[in-house]
């Protein structure tokens, strides 16, 4: 009996340690190792960005709300309001003038209303970036809007208007910020592009396509490309108290696939056991509650949750320093909500389902849509595979109607000329933002159209954005706060001045990692 103690005594002791040592490393980890470091801070934060005067920020202001009037609306590839897209052309040439008459900006119409500025730089041997954007918005019906959606009301510090954040606020603010460098008699160092699109809401193959095959066939390669995509995130991630700048570093893919169940025609008053309508709701049945495979930690949604981990509330500073443990925890919680449910897996969404003819008619077939959004640790062909597999049913028709993989992830480590820029230029214009992240766009971008001329695609609106915003973005009453917009055009100032540095210092030794 006595030795039977001892053994377990022995056991319990070794437990114990074992507890111990777990409980050191998870804690020396949330708060001596701070793991992963980051990428290091190599400029002081700066005391301010832009100068501008009472008068610029009236001018800006005015340029955003007449491009907002102009309704450039994309329906569908085939459906665009051709007119107002002419009109916009017309408009920016009006209100941009030192854009337009600078002997070192060439200007080009592509693809008949987008837009491509090349901005010679002094020293051609630095190499060149892009800004990229669209002129186009979703539809905007005004039932449900408290001011008209292309009125461009100004209403309590807030401009209203589709297009105010989806993404005129970017394709006028990079302008206004060129015209007034071009206005100080500033002339860039490095050569860049803008770019505007006129259909990126549909797919952008007249627009941003067409100049990316330009670009390429003119052999332009790119030191970067900065798109829309996220934004400096205030009180939208959980348990983090300041404001957060994510940058997308990948963005996710897309498939849309049409399901048709074909049955013989007959009279309600004897049915058959099954009809296309129940095969067909049965089978997107199985798709809803069977999602896709949970990849939280294969995909850049791990990098954003480590790079965080300071900034956590406890006890979640300690659980996200600590991933290596409570990975399979975190990726069950993100699952719960479906905004960061689109983070760890490839979503399945059906948008249309259509069938019947009349009450007392079986109806000969039944239609659905889906689409899917593909996590980037996945491809467009598993996703079919998957799919059939959970479908298992030859009575249903699966047509392709169109596909891509996700976006290769951009690099983000500190040999990144671009990374080291953003980072600069968002400390210094955002003065409450800490934290500077990589992070996954779950919508599609024209930005994947450039893949060609470059491996640095980076997505981000310099926007401050609150929870009460996001349904706003292709909602009811999308809107731009005054001085968010000012903050925007500041940041493309000053993002536009730094790009001109040619050697990345030293880490600066008085800051933390981000």
């Not at 009037?69 to 408009?91: Q, R």
């Not at 630095?126 to 954007?133: G, I, K, S, T």
């Not at 979703?138 to 100004?154: D, L, R």
């Not at 820029?421 to 450039?450: A, E």
């Amino acid at each position: 009996m006595a030795g039977g103690r001892r053994a377990v005594t022995a056991a319990l002791l070794a437990l114990g340690s074992v507890v111990l040592a777990l409980a050191a490393a998870v804690l020396l980890r949330a708060f001596v190792l701070r793991a992963p470091a980051g990428v290091p801070r190599l400029w002081a934060r700066s005391a301010g960005t832009a100068a501008l005067s009472a008068g610029e920020r009236r001018e800006l202001k005015e340029a955003l709300r007449g491009a907002i009037k102009i309704p450039t609306v994309s329906w569908s590839p085939e459906d665009l309001n051709t007119t107002a897209m002419a009109e916009f052309g017309t408009y920016i040439q009006k209100v941009f003038p030192a854009v337009f008459s600078s002997k070192f900006i060439q200007h080009e119409i592509v693809g008949k209303y987008s837009h491509l500025f090349t901005v010679q730089g002094s020293a051609p041997g630095l190499l060149p970036y892009m800004l990229l954007a669209h002129m186009d918005v979703v539809p905007a019906p005004p039932e449900g809007w408290h001011f008209p959606p292309f009125s461009a009301a100004e209403h309590q510090g807030f401009i209203y208007g589709r297009g105010t954040l989806d993404n005129k606020n970017s394709a006028i603010g990079i302008l206004q910020a060129l015209e007034f460098l071009l206005r100080r008699n500033y002339r860039p160092q490095r050569s860049f592009y803008v770019g505007i699109g006129h259909d990126e809401e549909v797919s952008g193959l007249k627009g941003a396509k067409k100049i990316a095959a330009l670009l390429e066939a003119r052999g332009v390669k790119l030191s970067f490309l900065l798109d829309e995509g996220s934004a400096v995130l205030d009180g939208i991630i959980a348990g983090v108290k300041k404001p957060v700048a994510m940058i997308a570093v990948t963005e996710k893919g897309s498939m849309t696939l049409n399901f048709t169940v074909e049955k013989e025609p007959g009279h309600s008053s004897f049915p058959p056991k099954e009809t296309s309508i129940g095969i067909l709701a049965a089978a997107m049945s199985r798709l809803e509650q069977n999602p896709l495979r949970n990849l939280f930690g294969h995909g850049p949604e791990l990098m954003t949750m480590e790079h965080l981990a300071a900034e956590f509330k406890f006890p979640l500073n300690i659980i996200m320093s600590n991933l290596w443990l409570f990975s399979p925890i975190v990726s069950r919680v993100l699952a719960w909500k479906p905004s960061t449910n689109a983070l760890i897996r490839t979503t399945t969404a059906v948008t249309l389902f259509n069938a019947g003819i009349k009450v007392n008619v079986i109806p000969s077939s039944a239609r659905a849509t889906v689409n899917f959004r593909i996590h980037s640790a996945e491809t467009a062909a598993e996703v079919l595979e998957a799919v059939r597999s959970t479908i298992a049913d030859d009575r249903v028709k699966i047509d392709v109607v169109e596909a891509f993989d996700p976006l290769p992830v951009s690099p983000w480590d500190e040999q990144t000329f671009a990374v080291h820029i953003f980072q600069k230029t968002i400390l210094d214009t955002f003065p409450d933002v800490d934290s500077v992240v990589p992070g996954t766009c779950i919508g599609n971008t024209d930005s994947r159209h450039f893949t060609n001329v470059t491996k640095a695609i980076y997505r981000f609106n310099p926007v401050l954005l609150a929870q009460d915003d996001l349904p706003r973005i292709h909602g009811l009453n999308e809107r731009i706060s005054i001085e968010n917009y000012e903050k925007q055009v500041e940041f493309l100032f000053q993002l536009i001045k730094n790009c001109d540095i040619e050697t990345l210092p030293e880490p600066h030794a008085s800051s933390h990692e981000l």
